[in-house]
Nanobody, 125 residues
């Protein structure tokens, strides 16, 4: 069965950095578009970033542009999200998701088939 597992969350001060990792098993990783989503208490799930199977199509929500970088290592079945200059408003549960898709990536949560359990990111002011 497919398993998607996130790691790397934690507590960091404003201005700090974290790198999230997501490992997927039970699927052919290099044919899947991957995405990072986040959900803060009382808010809807938000598409933060996504990357297509080849890594040549990426998306970032405006609020993280210039601060977050998505990447993937298909040989390791792993997706990354490097998060720099973290702010308290970045505090949320971060989820990794996968969808088999042709073309560019999508940040629409409903398009994704497989989800991890999430990793908590907390940024203190």
């Amino acid at each position: 069965q497919v398993q998607v597992v996130e790691s790397g969350g934690g507590l960091v001060q404003a201005g700090g950095s974290l790198r999230l990792s997501c490992t997927a098993s039970g699927l052919t990783f290099d044919v899947y578009t991957m995405g990072w989503f986040r959900q803060a208490p009382g808010k809807e799930r938000e598409g933060v970033s996504c990357i297509n199977r080849w890594g040549n199509s990426v998306y970032y929500v405006d609020s993280v542009k210039g601060r977050f970088t998505i990447s993937r290592d298909n040989a390791k079945n792993t997706l990354y999200l490097q998060m720099n200059s973290l702010q308290p408003e970045d505090t949320a549960m971060y989820y990794c998701a996968a969808v088999r898709r042709i073309g560019g990536c999508t940040a629409v949560a409903g398009a994704y088939n497989y989800w991890g359990q999430g990793t908590q990111v907390t940024v203190s002011s």
